[in-house]
């Protein structure tokens, strides 16, 4: 590996500092040919082309008639993975060299660039402004679950685009996480309003189920919808975790009198939900609940 990003190193010095323009353009042609034809060569040149930032736009916005994707510009041919491009369209010191980028971000349908935009999108923390705006004008990821229907966290572009109808596209329950995480975000406030009013009016099936199983984990805006919609699991397995955990107890008891259910399923718990259900019966009285697993190994030793 340290071989070849020395010798990728040398052809780019090649093609930005050369003095016979003949040995610039073998340089070049050298590097567009590994650039489509070796799947680790893109990352590579990346990272030797940005001490160069006018060789590096030469290179990677040099026309590519034949590319299947938006914009027919080499870089679009084969982008390098990691998020670097969206990385550098947002950090790179060069101005020159991130607006070109940011415009190609704008423009692209490439999947690889595409969810760049989606891992962005996809963390606890608020993305980064910029990248939000630059999904925002990007047409392609205002469309049918552009990357799948399970990979739903470019469902906020759908929501501050106003088109709701998209979020139709997205696998309902891999779709409930998102809206909760969005909910509980440093969003506009429409993004909020949305998924708020869309957790609270979710029919049976797999999305409610989600729905309920994160409210017993303690999620925040799921326990919210619960609450204020009425919902519950049709589960038999995760009622009597979901009834304790919103501190029904009438129904509890009646469900569950000796705890057994609870504690049968109560390893679905994260540590976080385990510890919240502790507090619950502490703060009400309550036995504390134990998974079966952990009697079982005080029992056997």
């Known amino acids: 590996m340290r071989r070849r990003n020395h010798h990728t190193e040398t052809v780019v010095r090649l093609m930005a500092d050369a003095r016979d323009q003949r040995v610039s353009a073998m340089a070049e042609v050298a590097l567009a040919r590994a650039w489509t034809r070796d799947p680790a060569a893109p990352n590579r040149i990346w990272t030797a082309l940005f001490d160069r930032p006018k060789a590096a736009l030469r290179f990677l916005l040099a026309s590519a008639p034949d590319c299947p994707h938006e914009p027919r ?30 415009d190609v971000l704008r423009a692209t349908d490439h999947p690889v660039l595409l969810g760049d935009f989606e891992e962005a999108l996809s963390g606890e923390d608020p993305p980064y402004w910029g990248v939000l705006g630059l999904a925002l004008d990007n047409p392609h990821l205002c469309r049918p679950a552009p990357l799948g229907r399970d990979r739903t966290a470019l469902a906020v572009v759908a929501i501050l685009k106003g088109r709701l109808d998209l979020l ?74 979901f009834l304790f955990r919103t501190e029904q107890w009438e129904r509890y008891d009646a469900l569950d009198p000796d705890g057994a259910l609870l504690e049968e399923h109560i390893e679905v718990l994260s540590d976080r939900g385990m510890a919240q259900l502790v507090e619950i019966a502490r703060r009400n009285g309550r036995k504390e609940p134990e998974p079966i697993s952990w009697s079982a190994t005080l029992l056997t030793g």
């Open 73 to 102: 510009v080499r870089l679009v041919t084969a982008p390098p993975n990691g998020g670097r491009v969206l990385r550098t369209a947002r950090d790179f010191p060069d101005p020159e060299i991130r607006a070109a980028l940011a």
């Open 168 to 241: 139709d596209s997205y696998d309902p329950a891999s779709l409930v996480p998102t809206l909760a995480r969005l909910a509980g975000g440093r969003f506009p406030a429409p993004v909020a309003q949305v998924c708020r009013q869309r957790l609270r009016a979710l029919g049976p099936g797999p999305a409610r189920e989600r729905l309920c199983l994160l409210a017993v984990e303690g999620d925040t805006e799921a326990l919210a919808a619960v609450t204020d919609s009425g919902q519950e699991p049709a589960s038999p397995t995760v009622l009597p975790l």
